[in-house]
Antibody
Framework: QVQLMESGGGLVKPGGSLRLSCAASGFTFSDYYMAWIRQAPGKGLEWVSYISRSLSTIYYADSVKGRFTISRDNAKNSLYLQMNSLRAEDTAVYFC????????????WGQGTLVTVSS | QPVLTQPPSASASLGASVTLTCTLNSDYSNYKVDWYQQKPGKGPRFVMRVGTGGIVGSKGDGIPDRFSVFGSGLSRYLTIENIQEEDESDYHCGADHGSGNNLVWVFGGGTKLTVL
């Protein structure tokens, strides 16, 4: 069955960096676009970044543009999010999500990893 | 880009029906919306996509027949019939916006459904 497992979250000081990983299994990873979506404590969902199947197309939310970098390794069935210059407002649970093959929505999500930015 | 508005809370009695609402801002009346269910401490689960003509495509894996959708004007609705305890969750609506050279996704604030 489809599984997405995020890791790499933790406590980091403002201005610091963190790298999140998402290990995918149960499907052909290279056939799907992927995304990171976050949820601040007690808040709604916020899309963060998208990467196409072949890595040729990448999009970012304005709130993270220039600070976050999405990447993937299709040989390792893994998705990554490098987060630099972290701010308190980046505190959230970060989910990786698989894109549908038929339209632009997310058909499977991981359990999430918590990132806390605090001094 | 579209803005999606959801009431923060809803409630229904066990065995009853409830309709959750997601409202698009004007100029986006032709947009399709995706519904997601999220239980505490878990990642969201895709429920189904809805446009003004009703469901678009297929339901998510394992979504019961009790869940249905419809759309009208700026509103997109998720109806749950014969509500069960396991339906108590947060329900989020989302939509993609843009074209091939730029895409963004937006979400509503979510509705917390309480089963009484």
């Amino acid at each position: 069955q489809v599984q997405l497992m995020e890791s790499g979250g933790g406590l980091v000081k403002p201005g610091g960096s963190l790298r999140l990983s998402c290990a995918a299994s149960g499907f052909t990873f290279s056939d799907y676009y992927m995304a990171w979506i976050r949820q601040a404590p007690g808040k709604g969902l916020e899309w963060v970044s998208y990467i196409s199947r072949s890595l040729s197309t990448i999009y970012y939310a304005d709130s993270v543009k220039g600070r976050f970098t999405i990447s993937r390794d299709n040989a390792k069935n893994s998705l990554y999010l490098q987060m630099n210059s972290l701010r308190a407002e980046d505190t959230a649970v970060y989910f990786c999500a698989r894109g549908s093959q038929v339209a632009y929505f997310f058909d499977f999500w991981g359990q999430g990893t918590l990132v806390t930015v605090s001094s | 880009q579209p803005v999606l508005t959801q009431p923060p809370s809803a409630s229904a009695s066990l065995g009853a029906s409830v309709t959750l609402t997601c409202t698009l801002n004007s100029d986006y009346s032709n947009y399709k919306v995706d519904w997601y269910q999220q239980k505490p401490g878990k990642g969201p689960r895709f429920v189904m996509r809805v446009g003004t003509g009703g469901i678009v495509g297929s339901k998510g894996d394992g979504i019961p027949d009790r869940f249905s959708v419809f759309g009208s004007g700026l509103s997109r609705y998720l109806t749950i019939e014969n509500i069960q305890e396991e339906d108590e969750s947060d329900y989020h609506c989302g939509a993609d916006h843009g074209s091939g050279n730029n895409l963004v996704w937006v979400f509503g604030g979510g509705t917390k459904l309480t089963v009484l």
